[in-house]
Nanobody, 114 residues
Framework: QVQLVESGGGLVQAGGSLRLSCAAS????????MGWYRQAPGKQRELVAT???????NYADSVKGRFTISKDNAKTTVYLQMNSLKPEDTAVYYC????????WGQGTQVTVSS
């Protein structure tokens, strides 16, 4: 079992920044993929960014150049630095962990006002 605890969401004006954190605990396997997905009202959940290992990253086109995903040295906490936020980034952001099984965090609200 893996537990994911997210933090860092909130309300910010357009052009501002937020940093999300997701701490994983439990049976962490070394080949895992961690990342962030988001779901806006009335829309499907979509990938934002993923990271495998120290720096094998993948981003949605809509966030490239604005968001950065990273991990701490212990590789159990993943961060999402979000800069130049836009109102269309407003969504519930979910931390995701995958090895042989997928796990999801509880979600954290990010609201960007125009």
């Amino acid at each position: 079992q893996v537990q994911l605890v997210e933090s860092g969401g909130g309300l910010v004006q357009a052009g501002g920044s937020l940093r999300l954190s997701c701490a994983a605990s439990g049976m962490i396997l070394g080949f895992n993929v961690m990342g962030w997905y988001r779901q806006a009202p009335g829309k499907q959940r979509e990938l934002v960014a993923t990271i495998q290992g120290a720096n094998n990253t993948n981003y949605a086109d809509s966030v490239k150049g604005r968001f950065t995903i990273s991990k701490d040295n212990a590789k159990t906490t993943v961060y999402l630095q979000m800069n130049s936020l836009k109102p269309e980034d407003t969504a519930v952001y979910y931390c995701h962990y995958r090895d042989y099984t997928m796990y999801w965090g509880q979600g954290t609200q990010v609201t960007v006002s125009s």
